[in-house]
């Protein structure tokens, strides 16, 4: 027989905590059981309240709707791609950034094709029938709201959690997650009718089309996972629409206020940063790799660094070898040949999915292998030993102070190495030891060099003889023109082609000019002589 007090206490304590437990859940059943009923969170921040809860998929993309038809910031919009007409009367009403509808199509398969999706949090506005009507019994009669749109029940004593109002009655916007909304509302849409329209920015069908059948045979999704995607919960903040003593002129400054600084706030990221982040993107995962890991271009002490990681462009007096973005298109661009399926489908629309991790140790070795192959030619070696600068390689002789115009120095020349690159390895055949045989002699014969000079066969084709700039239009050509000194071409519809091309690109009021350096006639122009 126990006959210890303080056990028995004990027992009846843990009694209790079960019975109290039970108790608050039979209670949240009863309540979170109807559809007009969310548990929320207060809180408060700037003299704000807003609450948190979660909702699902299904019912975001249902009760939500975008921010251009909310009536307090609503003056003129197009009610086919929700975004707000601009114009002299409009733009004083609302600052948004149009919504971009050929992102519905890849945020919705983000969604059904990733499994480890995720979004982040929305914030939207509830507003009730009574906030646009300026004589309601809600309005006072200096014209001052005496309570708030959003109707909270608190069901603690600090007034901090409860149940949040969303009966059929109350209309909710998004403030911020419109194109989230947009994703949503396209997944349901795919789930519901089994496939889902392309649009261009403004709406109109691009006249492409994602269906489930592309999605299964993608990426191999199961039909009942598909399903309970529009289960799962995405978290929400609400802001109340009129808050108790404001006016509506007050609080349509207030949300217009928040909306337009949650908008601004959002700043997009530069392709250099996407290809930083990428987990995805088979291409980006070399390229970040090789980046960091490749002597030619990791950062080393004692010397400047080798890669721009945000922007695109390289700067005339950089001193970096290239950008990351270019890294990306080169990786791509000689890779895809051998890792074709590292590629979306174009014409589907559909997003990449990570590749397994031996086939991207592989493409990383194969790309590592360019590099090291590039680190032994003469420009890169007087890069690396000579005590030459990039910016010295890379400008043109007539900046000052003069360099050496070396289309290797350039990310556009890079990108259309790598590319010619790929198409001689995993196309052609070629070993890439014998490629660089041949390229090792055209490079220390300068023909990478002075790609500003008319005698180089860059002429016209990477450089803009009128503007005095790199002519980044011309890089495809550049690509199958290093395939064609390498290899040949031996097909004679594409050699004409590439003649035509390069004729026409060193042709100027129908003057052409010829490898050296004279004018003549532009049937005349031909083609450079293959490297031996």
Sequence with gaps: MNNNPASDLASQILERENQEKQA???LLDRYLGRNDQILVQKIEMGGSEAYIGSVTLEWF??????????????????SHTENVEIDAESIEEIQQRPLDW???????????????????????????????VPHANEWNSQGRAIKSAANFMPLDKDNKVGLLDVSPDVTIFALDGQ???????????????????????????SGSVITIDDLREQYQVDPVYLQNLAKEKIGIE??????????????RRRVRSIFVHVNLMAVPLTKGQLAQLDEND????????VAVTHSLLKDTKGRNPR?????????????????????????????????????????KGLIPLRPEDDELEEGIENFKDVFDNLANLLSFQRLEYGG??????????????????????RPVGQIALFQALGILVFKKGFSLESVFEKLQKYDADGGFSNMESPQSLWYGILFDANKKRVLVSGRDLAAKLIVYLVGGIEDDMERAEIRRAVAEARTVEDRAIGFNGKFVEPRKVGLPTLLS
């Design 24 to 26: 608050i859940a039979l």
């Design 61 to 78: 993309a249902s009760r939500v709707r975008f921010a251009s038809r909310l009536p307090l910031l609503r003056q003129k919009f197009d």
């Design 102 to 132: 050929t992102r519905q199509a890849s945020l919705a398969q983000y969604l059904a094709a990733r499994k480890h999706h995720k979004f982040p949090p929305v914030l939207v506005v509830i507003n009730q029938p009574w906030v646009d």
């Design 179 to 205: 194109h989230r909304l947009m994703g949503v509302q396209g997944l349901m849409e795919l789930l519901q009718t089994g496939k889902l329209p392309r649009y261009k920015k403004d709406k109109k069908p």
């Design 238 to 251: 609400f802001i109340s629409a009129v808050i108790p003593g404001e006016t509506y002129e007050e609080a």
């Design 282 to 289: 088979g291409f980006s995962i070399v390229a970040r790799k």
């Design 307 to 347: 890669v721009n990681w945000d922007s695109a462009t390289v700067a005339a007096k950089s001193t970096v070898l290239t950008t990351l973005q270019a890294l990306k298109e080169m990786s791509e661009r000689y890779l895809q040949h051998k890792f074709p399926h590292w590629k979306p489908l174009e014409k």
């Design 388 to 409: 030459t600068e990039t910016s010295d390689l890379r400008r043109f002789s007539f900046e000052k102070p003069a360099g050496e115009g070396n289309l290797l120095f």
